[in-house]
């Protein structure tokens, strides 16, 4: 059954208009009853008006994967074997392909180890790139496990406030405080590239900057770069840390994944790039016995979607451009709440600082707030910065319209 919202089309002074986008995401598959983590959240909640509070918050879409990924699980169903399975033959060298493609950057695919999800394979490399104690240092705002992983690993979380610059419209970091944090405790750097929640894509001189402060303070970078392929800004290219010429990118460990931009969280399939040969060897000890293998399907779907997968992505960049037009828009028509467009990700961070101040306290919670007109985003509270909220675009643009009005609704 499909979920089919009336979309107004209104929108045509933009560049892009709806007509412009590929039928297949303008509707999308109704979610309820498939365990989804996103729309299960609301099942036994609904707004004050009594309707069902639309769920734009965890960080999936509600499309469907393109036919490619689908017709390779397929394929891989109709084996009909799911034995114990191992990193298969074409997974790394899809990946090495893909990468070289999409960022320029030559890997040699005897660096890629499978892994279950990105999640796993930070705390992974907390134990493997330092000690109970150490720190692990990184940009916050910040995608929520940033935060809390340090703690389960018995480490200490480092995190460095990003400024917002809003003559750049963009957020950027604070050199000082940065350098300020590099104590000889901390030992890594998670770094989020492009950065969740903000959306920034770093550029090469902050990316060598941080490349330099590391190797003086002998940090080991690793890159979280899952969202490398959904680059909005058709000024802004996505260049990998450990593509830099620069000794603190060669001992970097990078992760990347299909799972954003294809759609395919669900699978648990993700990339960890470790050049170390040595660091490659003590990466399964390191997971301590806890690490499951990566499942066939997710193998299956993510070597189709490298490899056979970038016009259905391209038709997908399209709608998020028109999606984040229509949020970005939609945000700054509301008095005191305010955003800087995303460079990168389906993902909009949302200050809602200046409302805060002018309500009275108990009636100044944004996320209770928009989950009471309807809408269900995610609290800035987890990635650190109470005062934000975090928007997610990655649906169809009519179900995104009727969320940005009822977020309207919400701060008036
Ligand atoms: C920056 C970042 N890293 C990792 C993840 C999750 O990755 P995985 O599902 O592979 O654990 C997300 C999901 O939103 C993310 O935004």
Redesign the pocket.
Known sequence: MFLSVRHDTDMSKRALKIDDLAEEFLRCPDRHGTGSEKWDRYLDRSSSTGKEILPLWV?DMDFQSPDVVLDAIRRRTDHGVFGYTHDTPEFAQSLTNHLHEQHNWQINPSWVIGVP????GLSITARLLSQPGDGILTLSPI?P?FLFLPKLAERKSVPVPMHADASAQRWTIDWEALEAAMTPDVKIFWL?HPH?PTGAVFTRSELLRIAELCERHQVTVVS?E??DDLILDDDVQHIPFASLDHPAAQRSITFV?A??TWNI?GLGC?AAIVPNEHLRKQWRQAGGGLVPMVNPLGYAASEAAWKDGDPWRKKLLDVLHYNKQMAVDAVEKIQDVSCIPPQATYLLWVDCTEWITHRPPGQNHPQKTCEAAGIGLSNGADFGSPNFLRLNFGCPPALLQEGLKRLQNAFE
């Open positions: 960080a999800g990105i999640v796993t995608y496990p989020c969740n979280d899952i969202w994944a799972s954003k969280a993700a």
